[in-house]
């Protein structure tokens, strides 16, 4: 069984502070790790995917997760946050070889003070 | 490119009524799978179609069914609605060749049920 628990429901930082969201995994084979944006009234954006080659994966938008096994974890990051990164963020994980079936986190909403 | 396109974008339906959504995949996918996102929730995975069947399921009633075109478009159906299915569907087209990893959201429907 798979599952994703997103540490913290609500995440607030400062313009230009450093983002961190969390994300911890439970797989019983090894994953396939996602990171998801969505703005309000939208759909789901991929921000980045851990598939077995890097353990750090860079995304767009200058977010980068690093896959840590020992600690089951794959939290996200971004140097500087801009305003435009108000958002809601979710972590899932699939098995690898599955198609399409994505178990996701709650998702962590991020704010960004100017 | 057109991405995934979902129709309609809202709709409002009475109890004990019957919907059907629908889901155009990206153009070079042959996958199609739907999510239920509750207000506040991260997704959850519904069922996945690939050649015309359903080959995954999630923990959802028989009142969610579906089906797949040959041109590789979806519906997702829902009977006797119940208060509890307002929610915003996702429908997220994939590739089998692309070993789990390409899934691509489209905006959602968002179904209110009254």
């Known amino acids: 069984a798979q599952s994703v628990t997103q540490l913290g429901s609500h995440v607030s930082v400062s313009e230009g502070a450093l983002v961190l969201l969390r994300c911890n995994y439970s797989?019983?084979?090894?994953?396939?790790l996602f990171w998801y944006v969505q703005y309000p009234n939208q759909g789901l954006q991929l921000l980045l995917k851990?598939?077995?080659?890097?353990?750090l994966v860079k995304g767009i938008n200058d977010f980068e997760a690093e896959f840590k096994k020992s600690e089951t974890s794959f939290h996200l990051t971004k140097p500087s946050a801009h305003m435009s990164d108000a958002a809601e963020y979710f972590c899932?994980?699939?098995?690898?070889?599955?198609?399409?079936?994505?178990?996701f986190g709650k998702g962590t909403k991020l704010s960004v003070k100017p | 490119d057109a991405g995934v396109t979902q129709s309609p974008t809202h709709l409002i339906k009475t109890r004990g009524q019957q919907v059907t959504l629908r889901c155009s995949p990206k153009?070079?996918?042959?996958?199609v799978s739907w999510y239920q996102q509750a207000l506040g929730q991260g997704p959850q995975f519904i069922f996945q179609y690939y050649e015309e069947e359903e080959r995954q399921r999630g923990n959802f009633p028989d009142r969610f069914s579906g089906h797949q075109f040959p041109n590789y478009s979806s519906e997702l159906n829902v009977n006797a609605l119940l208060l509890g299915d307002s929610a915003l569907y996702l429908c997220?087209?994939?590739?089998?060749?692309?070993?789990?990893?390409?899934?691509?959201f489209g905006s959602g429907t968002r179904l209110t049920v009254v």
């Open positions: 153009s070079g996918h042959d996958t």
């Open positions: 797989s019983s084979v090894p994953p396939y």
């Open positions: 851990y598939t077995s080659a890097a353990t």
């Open positions: 899932a994980v699939s098995a690898r070889g599955s198609q399409g079936n994505l178990i």
């Open positions: 997220a087209s994939g590739f089998t060749g692309g070993r789990g990893y390409g899934y691509t």
